[in-house]
């Protein structure tokens, strides 16, 4: 059955006889219901694209190091890299594209100083700075993370 989508006017729906009245109508339904089932189609083709795409977390357990996890569905290059700011050394490189990663990034036996972590997932970036204070015992601060039982470290996220 072909149905129009060209609106009719008033006028030829009053000159009409009333079984074509009828007939437009019932129409309304099946067209009512293929537009909602384009919606739902265009609504889980946007899911699944959201679904492949990196999701990132970072977290600070403790006062000396970081966890980076990283789930990668669509299986895109990533990598993973600590920077010394004041030498300008890099201390890890780690390159995959694996379709999920974790690490914990001890900072313990660094020198006090600063440190960016740096983490790029296909075209994504993103950035922690890191602050190593010169302490008996190593305290990192990264800004926008909370460290548990450590009220003076706190973290951040920079994306």
């Known amino acids: 059955m072909k149905f129009s989508l060209a609106p ?8 009409a006889p009333i079984q074509n009245r009828i007939q437009g109508l019932s129409a309304a339904p099946y067209l009512r219901a293929t537009l909602l089932g384009a919606l739902v189609v265009l609504g889980s083709a946007g899911t699944a694209l959201a679904q492949d795409a990196p999701t990132v977390k970072a977290k ?19 990598q993973l890299r600590v920077v010394s700011l004041s030498t300008n050394n890099c201390l890890v490189n780690e390159v995959n594209s694996q379709p999920s990663y974790g690490t914990q990034l ?43 039982n450590a009220s003076e470290a706190v973290a951040s996220v920079v994306r």
């Open 106 to 148: 001890n900072f313990r036996n660094l020198p006090a100083g600063k440190y960016a972590v740096l983490l790029r997932v296909g075209q994504e970036r993103y950035r922690y700075n890191v602050q190593v204070e010169s302490q008996t015992q190593t305290i990192i601060s990264v800004p926008g993370l909370t460290v548990p």
């Open 8 to 15: 009719r006017s008033a006028q030829s729906l009053a000159g």
């Open 60 to 78: 600070q357990p403790n006062a000396q190091s970081l966890w980076v996890t990283i789930d990668n569905p669509a299986q895109q290059r990533m």
